[in-house]
């Protein structure tokens, strides 16, 4: 999934976990931390807007993160 610029949402996470500051030794556990937020915002549809629910950008992500 990407959009017209050209970034996906796995490669926002990682860069979100990249930009708190996580190591190398601790940047997969970040990332999974982070997509696991990101599930878990996905999963209550009430309090998520529709264009959420299949994030298309980095700022969808990081409202999601």
Not at 9 to 14: F, G
Not at 32 to 52: D, I, V, W
Request: proline letters at 5%; a negative charge; charged letters at 15%.
């Amino acid at each position: 999934m990407s959009n017209a610029i050209g970034t996906s949402p796995s490669a926002m996470v990682t860069r979100i976990a990249d930009r708190e500051g996580a190591s190398s030794a601790t940047l997969l556990a970040k990332v999974a931390q982070l997509r696991g937020a990101m599930a878990t915002e996905q999963a209550q549809p009430e309090t998520t807007a529709k264009a959420l629910l299949q994030p298309t950008n980095g700022a969808e992500v990081d409202l999601l993160v």
